[in-house]
């Protein structure tokens, strides 16, 4: 089993700039592939970004392109999400999950096999 933890969320105004970490544990992580997705209220929880095992493939929703970035440093078994360009509308609870499929970019919530607690992002106007 994989333990996942998030961190670096807070408020930002629109326009400022979050950096997401997520720590796991084990070595199993570096053969895992990862994703982040997020669930505002009142709504299902989406995807918003996934990178394979040897981070060389990415996957972002549309709504985040051009903004955020994610990445991955497996010596250290993090990953990361780079947030710029925040909006009110990127708001949520950010999660972050893992796959152990190695080389999969997955975009469902199914697909996954570990998540995260989670980390409040919120982006004021």
């Known amino acids: 089993q994989v333990q996942l933890a998030e961190s670096g969320g807070g408020l930002v105004q629109a326009g400022g700039s979050l950096r997401l970490s997520c720590a796991a544990s084990g070595r199993t992580f570096i053969t895992d592939a990862m994703g982040w997705f997020r669930q505002a209220p009142g709504k299902e929880r989406e995807f918003v970004a996934a990178?394979?095992?040897?981070?060389?493939?990415?996957d972002y929703a549309d709504s985040v392109k051009g903004r955020f970035t994610i990445s991955r440093d497996n010596a250290k078994n993090t990953g990361y999400l780079q947030m710029n360009s925040l909006k009110p509308e990127d708001t949520a609870v950010y999660y972050c999950?893992?796959?152990?499929?190695?080389?999969?970019?997955?975009?469902?919530?199914?697909?996954?096999?570990?998540w995260g607690q989670g980390t409040q992002v919120t982006v004021s106007s």
């Open positions: 999950a893992a796959d152990r499929t190695p080389w999969a970019t997955a975009k469902t919530v199914h697909e996954y096999d570990y």
């Open positions: 990178i394979n095992w040897r981070g060389d493939s990415t």
